[in-house]
């Protein structure tokens, strides 16, 4: 069985820092391609950023390019993203996504950020 798991979220100020992480389970995890997709509240599903088994050549959204970091450890099974400068419109639910064939088909359960003074 698949299971991605988030950790990693709270509440930070605005211009603050913080590094999600998930840990997988259930699948080959240096065999896929893993993404990041967050959902603010009332709003839909936006893509982060995405990086390649290899973790060569990230991609990231227009959103947070610049501010976010994606990473791997594929010893460990664990996807990373490390985020800095946050605003309050970074506030939203963070789930991590494996990747098939460039359309997602596992999610965790998501972690949330709150940017807030």
């Known amino acids: 069985e698949v299971q991605l798991v988030e950790s990693g979220g709270g509440l930070v100020q605005p211009g603050g820092s913080l590094r999600l992480s998930c840990v997988a389970s259930?699948?080959?995890?240096?065999?896929?391609?893993m993404s990041w997709v967050r959902q603010a509240p009332g709003k839909g599903l936006e893509w982060v950023s995405s990086?390649?088994?290899?973790?060569?050549?990230?991609d990231y959204g227009e959103s947070m390019k610049g501010r976010v970091t994606i990473s791997r450890n594929n010893a460990n099974n664990t996807l990373y993203l490390q985020m800095n400068s946050l605003k309050s419109e970074d506030t939203a639910v963070y789930y991590c996504v494996k990747v098939l064939y460039k359309a997602f088909d596992y999610w965790g359960r998501g972690t949330q950020v709150t940017v807030s003074s």
């Open positions: 259930g699948f080959t995890f240096d065999g896929y391609g």
């Open positions: 990086i390649p088994w290899t973790g060569n050549d990230p």
